[in-house]
């Protein structure tokens, strides 16, 4: 990857509805992320970074939502081999994103300034954590390329988050947020609408 030019990506504004799928013992914290600087995910090493951040990713549709928690499992490209997960309960969060700089690496262009592919965004990330000298396969290992393509978008100065291919379903995107770099004006919300509770992300105004 060609990871400097993360700055010259291009962005644009993403104002609509994203999903979230959660359980529902964690309601409250609907779109709590201060777990995702110690657990790594594709585009966060966790607790590894350096610095450390925060990252919150929507779906674009209820299935994707589901797909990307783990709630379905199987696969949507096999007919009759999608399954519930069969031991827990989700609740699905409709999210109003109103975000200023946002980077699509969906588009082949955008892949082609950083250098990677849809191959690249959607493969193995796991593994880098997994393979060492008592495994058959050993190397590579350390953070995987998503991990220090996320670190450079974070460290873009401006960038609010990025969408990028689910790794789930190949055809589907997810909206990657970086809560702490969120504009002034910018905000990520979901209502409850049965309590009418409000959980809110917004940027901070300008000193």
């Given amino acids: 990857m060609n990871l400097w030019a993360c700055g010259q990506l291009s962005t644009s504004p993403e104002t609509q509805t994203w999903y979230r799928a ?7 914290t609907a779109l709590q992320t201060s777990q995702t600087t110690t657990f790594p995910t594709r585009f966060n090493e966790g607790a590894n970074a350096h610095p450390q951040f925060e990252i919150l990713y929507l779906a674009e549709d209820h299935q994707l939502a ?25 609740v699905i969060l409709n999210v109003q994103v109103v975000l200023q700089a946002v980077a699509d690496l969906t588009q082949v262009t955008s892949q082609n300034i950083v250098g990677t592919t849809a191959q690249e965004l959607t493969g193995d990330w796991r593994g880098y954590t997994l393979r060492s000298s008592s495994t058959s396969i050993s190397q590579p290992t350390g953070t995987a ?6 670190a450079q978008l974070h460290a873009v100065p401006g960038l609010e988050g990025f969408l990028t291919l689910s790794g789930k379903i190949p055809y589907g995107r997810v909206l990657a ?31």
């Fill in 177 to 207: 947020v970086f809560p702490d770099k969120l504009r002034s004006g910018s905000t990520v919300e979901f209502v409850n609408t049965a309590s009418s509770d409000t959980h809110r992300i917004a940027g901070a105004d300008p000193l």
């Fill in 145 to 150: 390329p998503t991990q220090a393509l996320g």
């Fill in 66 to 90: 589901l797909f990307e928690a783990q709630a379905l499992l199987g696969s949507p490209l096999t007919p009759g081999s999608i399954v519930p997960q069969p031991r827990k309960a989700w």
């Fill in 22 to 28: 959660i359980q529902p013992q964690f309601w409250t």
